[in-house]
């Protein structure tokens, strides 16, 4: 007896569907595979090597503001001299961005031209200059951006009687003036200005005044000074705060040492010797003869 093998069979079309539908699916398993397999490699390249044109908004830098070209940079321009006037006279400060003051400044005592600060620059001094710390001198005034030739400048302080010479001072003696026109001209006397012989009164003492005048120094042997006294005070005779006039002689640039002379008798009255106060950071003007050396 001989078994014999069945078969079954499928009809025709049946198993073209078959056929189709497996290989459809290996089909689709193959490219999702492929792309799966792609889109791993392009995100840890992406990872690797991140585009540098793009910048997250949170964490892009921009641009710097913080240096000024040289033309925003503020031009400090030399301010007119104080007149009589029927009314109130413009501060001549600067603000520590450079710019001018506009305040008003009238008559504190009665004197015909005061004191050409306004009440906050009273106390705070100019601000296109600034004290800074001097190795031996203590203090010193340098010039906070470029001043031009005939900047003005008022040192100011409370008058009353002069210290003795062993005693740290940086009093100014006090000339007033004429008490009608505020001037020191006077065709009366010889050379045209009221003298120590008929017009001193007393000294103006910036002490516990908000003053910075008093911390330029006298220039040194190799140097020279860039400002000077006009001997154009503010003030009456024996009122409580009078003031001097200073001027610029030449260009002071940014942080160069504002420097005036003393007298010889300051030094030998205190038997205290000049030296230079230029430093490195603070440079001082030198006379041709120290450049040329």
Same mark, same amino acid.
């Not at 997250?56 to 006037?85: C, D, E, F, V, Y």
């Not at 026109?181 to 103006?204: C, E, F, H, Q």
């Given at each position: ?7 079954h ?5 049946l198993?073209?569907? &078959?056929?189709y /539908? ?9 490219i999702?595979?492929?792309a *799966?397999?792609?889109?791993? =490699?392009?995100? *840890?390249?992406? &990872? ?9 908004p949170?964490?892009a #830098? %921009? ?11 503020? %031009?400090? /321009?030399?301010?007119?001299?104080? =007149?009589l ?17 506009? @305040?008003?400044?009238?008559?504190r ?7 050409? !600060?306004? $009440? ?5 001094g $100019?601000?296109?200059? =600034? ?12 010039a ?5 030739p #005939? ?7 409370i ?11 940086r009093a ?15 065709? %009366? ?7 120590k012989? @008929? @017009?001193?009164?007393?000294v ?17 042997? $190799?140097?020279?000074?860039n400002? #000077?006294?006009?001997?154009? !005070?503010?003030?009456?005779? +024996?009122? $409580?705060?009078?003031? /001097?006039?200073?001027?610029t ?12 002379? !003393?007298?010889?008798e300051?030094?030998?009255?205190r038997? /205290? =010797?000049?030296? +230079?106060?230029?430093?490195?950071? !603070? ?5 041709? *003869?120290?450049k @040329?050396?």
């Amino acid at each position: 007896f001989a078994h014999a093998h069945a078969t079954h069979s499928f009809p025709r079309d049946l198993r073209l569907r &078959l056929f189709y /539908l497996t290989f459809g699916i290996f089909f689709f398993r193959q490219i999702t595979t492929m792309a *799966s397999e792609r889109g791993f =490699k392009i995100k *840890s390249n992406a &990872l690797k090597s991140p585009n540098k044109s793009f910048k997250h908004p949170t964490t892009a #830098k %921009k641009p710097s503001t913080s240096k000024k070209s040289a033309s925003n940079l503020p %031009k400090i /321009l030399p301010q007119g001299r104080a =007149k009589l006037t029927n009314g109130p006279i413009t501060c001549w400060a600067h603000t520590q961005q450079g710019k001018r003051c506009t @305040n008003k400044v009238h008559s504190r005592e009665g004197e015909p031209i005061p004191i050409p !600060y306004c $009440d906050i620059h009273l106390k705070t001094g $100019d601000g296109a200059l =600034k004290v800074v710390s001097h190795p031996f001198a203590g203090k010193a005034l340098v010039a906070r951006f470029d001043l031009p030739p #005939k900047y003005r400048i008022a040192y100011w302080g409370i008058r009353g009687r002069c210290q003795s010479c062993d005693k740290e001072d940086r009093a100014i003696s006090f000339y007033p003036p004429d008490p009608i026109t505020g001037s020191n001209i006077d065709s %009366k006397v010889d050379g045209g200005r009221t003298l120590k012989r @008929n @017009n001193y009164n007393g000294v103006l003492n910036p002490g516990d005044t908000g003053d910075i005048v008093q911390f330029a120094a006298c220039p040194g042997p $190799d140097e020279k000074q860039n400002m #000077k006294s006009t001997f154009q !005070y503010f003030g009456l005779r +024996n009122g $409580d705060i009078g003031g /001097l006039e200073f001027v610029t002689v030449a260009k002071v640039p940014k942080n160069t040492q504002l420097l005036h002379w !003393y007298g010889s008798e300051w030094w030998s009255s205190r038997d /205290l =010797k000049r030296q +230079n106060v230029g430093t490195t950071r !603070y440079p001082a003007p030198l006379r041709d *003869s120290a450049k @040329n050396s």
